[in-house]
């Protein structure tokens, strides 16, 4: 299947799986107090963190290990290996959330049993992650986005049932995280098993190790980007209160849509790269790279555009109680714009197995993002915390295409006439 093909139907699923959550918007602000929508936003963020842990990245482990095996039987016993590491892991995390739940419950300001399911749903969440990875490396986007927009549809449906007839409140859309992720793991592990891609096999020390030599170091990189994209939210919580932080989700939610187009197009480019890559000719790189830049004029474009179009989706989706989220929608998409530009030079770092100086990268990026917020949410507000938000995403763009001209050895040196007119 060619690239755009593959990248439509990524397109056409991210589109889908991006719009019905934001189809679902009008119905939770209405049925919702910010307070209640800032204890989702919570639950979310707590799921986000856990999922650095669950599995310990070696999802990515095992994408990446399908350009090294030819043997199917030796691929699917590394693949094994990596479940009995998420099998350890959520272990650990169950207990460790036994023991901390009080501590977590008063912090976050959620019921106490959301703490145990946000595990499940992240040890879920892997498992679902793990099927869509496997599909993705051999470029089977259909079945990827019938899984990912089934998951939407579904998941919404019962927040609706929940939520409307039900009265649930905001337990309406955990229950139904909760309920959809289990069933879904399931589906995607006889989807795997089926499909020889996981067997019953002994623990493999040289497999576990391979892949943990490659999950490991992300975990900084994952919790960096947890920094970036979710600790704002609990500091908006402890100090702005539960309220500040609703709204702040809502347009955060929102400011997703950017993510969509990119998401789809990083899927799908991702085998390509790696194959030219591999490859390593010149010709093919050139054109690799004017595609970059190509694609950071555009989306330059879309972060100064979403100023002026944001507030207006903001009046058009939100209750009357969150259009304090005009303010700050713009600097959210400008942010998430420059979260599109990284994207685009990450994988070259992925496919040269520089996760540990990756990781560097990003968790001094949210380091950055954790002082900036806290000094401009004094003077700011949530406005505040958007711009530093945005600021962060624009530090870890360039400091890791600065690091992808580092160890991936060509220039990325082009003049702007070839650029534009090729």
Request: hydrophobic letters at 55%; proline letters at 2%.
């Amino acid at each position: 299947m060619s690239i755009y093909k593959n990248s439509s139907i990524y397109l056409i699923s991210n589109i889908f799986n991006a719009l019905i959550p934001f189809m679902l918007l009008p119905v939770l602000t209405r049925n919702l107090t910010p307070y209640e929508y800032g204890q989702i936003a919570m639950f979310q963020i707590l799921v986000s963190g856990l999922s650095s842990l669950t599995g310990l990245n070696t999802v990515g482990a095992a994408n990446r290990r399908y350009y090294d095996v030819n043997s199917k039987n030796e691929l699917a016993a590394y693949n094994t290996n990596c479940f009995y590491i998420l099998i350890l892991s959520c272990t650990i995390l169950l207990l460790l959330s036994l023991l901390l739940s009080d501590l977590l419950s008063s912090l976050l300001t959620i019921p106490k049993n959301w703490i145990y399911l946000s595990v499940a749903v992240s040890g879920a969440t892997f498992i679902i992650q793990f099927r869509l990875g496997q599909w993705q490396i051999r470029e089977r986007a259909f079945w990827f986005g019938v899984l990912q927009i089934s998951q939407g549809v579904v998941v919404s449906v019962l927040t609706i049932i929940f939520l409307i007839y039900m009265c649930q409140g905001a337990s309406s859309r955990v229950n139904s995280l909760f309920i959809v992720s289990i069933v879904y793991a399931l589906i995607s592990l006889y989807s795997l098993h089926k499909s020889k891609l996981i067997i019953f096999t002994g623990i493999n020390f040289s497999n576990i190790r391979d892949a943990l030599y490659f999950g490991v170091p992300l975990i900084p990189h994952v919790l960096g980007i947890f920094c970036l994209s979710a600790l704002d939210r609990v500091l908006i919580n402890g100090v702005l209160g539960v309220s500040e932080a609703g709204i702040y989700m809502l347009a955060a939610q929102l400011s997703l849509g950017m993510t969509v187009f990119f998401d789809a197009l990083n899927k799908a480019l991702v085998p390509w790269l790696f194959n030219v890559l591999s490859l390593n000719d010149v010709n093919k790189i050139n054109s690799l790279i004017r595609f970059t830049y190509l694609f950071f004029i555009v989306v330059a474009f879309l972060g100064g555009l979403s100023f002026w179009v944001g507030p207006f989706v903001v009046e058009l989706v939100a209750g009357k109680a969150y259009l304090k989220a005009k303010d700050i929608i713009g600097w959210l998409c400008l942010g998430q714009a420059f979260n599109g530009m990284y994207l685009m030079v990450t994988n070259y770092l992925f496919y040269a197995k520089c996760t540990g100086k990756l990781s560097i990268v990003t968790i001094s990026s949210g380091g950055a993002n954790i002082v900036l917020l806290l000094i401009l949410m004094k003077f700011s507000g949530i406005t505040g915390v958007a711009i530093a938000f945005s600021i962060s995403m624009f530090i870890r763009f360039l400091a890791t295409w600065w690091l992808a001209t580092k160890v991936c050895g060509f220039s990325w040196r082009m003049p702007i006439r070839r650029i534009i007119w090729g």
